[in-house]
């Protein structure tokens, strides 16, 4: 048996490529999975590159796998994701005792990769697109033992003139719905209660059918909504752009669906919307929360935002803290804009200087942890319907579950309930936890 560590970079289709990595291995029985790297015969790397300096993160990472290597020249190191991708053979070249190198789409090729290396002491590559094959070779990956993520679909063909992930994942393709479908409802048997949907942009899901039809991301949502034993379904990310009506239409009559959403809008100004080529007003964004807010009157949003975009203006920027209030976001992942090798926005003129920035993120997440704070406060009182899954964090002695609108749940309760959804009433709030009383 040898061992492997691996160590992962980035988003939650990372995380997820890694657990794939970590099954496939397994799976051929010669290889367990340790959280030690020092104890490794195998160290693998699954980067991201979508903001930050990479790359040096990359070789400052690799530089500590080298001492490893230099005491034991048996080591194999091997570099996946989305810097391995848009770099290739680059990161060879400067790091000569690295053994192999694969992409977001070649990971299933990994234990051959290694056995390659083991046999013929050279180094591998390997960063092709080949479509979906990734997925045909692993078995649905548990996260908890009562929730899990499962990919639908891959890759980006929107080109946001800031993003890599066009480049680093490839164009979008829909895993066929019935391959989704069967694994959700293993899962299920499994024990699994709440899904969490996973892709690029889910929404532009178009998966084929076994007689040769497409399903669309509604129609998913609506089948797996189906399946015995999935009380919760969530799902990450979506874009404005095809988040249509029918899908909206789902809010309506599919209480599994959760009244929470994360639909990034990245900036409150038309002009830098713009520039960032996401194809759509903040006018268009309005109009979709007002219809989700027809169909789900409790229906929560979360956001992404970039600060600090080529071009953004005090006045842009105070647009997009004007937005922030309109709609009353709930949450948000912000960031300041990082150039990125190869994409249209490196090119344009960034004259705002880093100070500004750093003054309009903070401004900025002060904005939306007030709100998230009052959207918590208006829980104060309510009867909430909880997953429980596990023993509360700080104090053991309580229980922990999730509400829709992921606020944790501290509550005191019996251990059986570990594992169900329970009612409790909320009495405390902090911005993210809450403390509650089971009903
Ligand atoms: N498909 C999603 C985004 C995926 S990338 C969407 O439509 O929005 C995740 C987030 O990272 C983006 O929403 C964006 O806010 C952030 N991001 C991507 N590229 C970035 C860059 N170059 N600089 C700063 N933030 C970036
Ligand atoms: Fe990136 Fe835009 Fe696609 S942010 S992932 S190119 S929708």
Redesign the pocket.
Known sequence: MKNIYIKTWG?QMNEYDSSMIAKNLESTGQYLITEKYEQADVLILNTCS??EKAQEKLFHQLGRWKKLKDKNPNIIIAVGGCVATQEGKEIFKRSRYVDIIFGTQSLHKLPKMINEVEKNKKFVIDISFPKLDKFNSFLPIKNTGYTASISIMEG?N?YCS??V?PYTRGKEISRPSDDVLFEIATLAENGIKEINLLG??VNAYEGPTFDGKICFFSELLRLIAEIDGIERIRFT?S?PIEFSDDIIEVYKDTPKLVSFLHL?V?SGSNKVLELMKRSYTTEEYEKIIEKLIKARSNIQISS???VGFPGESKKDFQQTINFIKKINFDMS?S????S?PGTPASEMKDEIDLQEKKERLYVLQDCISKQTMSWSRKMLGSQQYILVEGKAKKNPTQLYGKTENNRIVNFYGPQKTIGQFVQVKINEVHTHILNGTLL
Do not use: G, H, M, W
Not at 335 to 338: A, C, G, L, Q
């Open positions: 988003c979508i903001r980006c929107k800031f993003c992930v690029q942009n990310t874009n990034p990245q992404d935002f970039i992942y960031f300041i804009y990082s990125r």
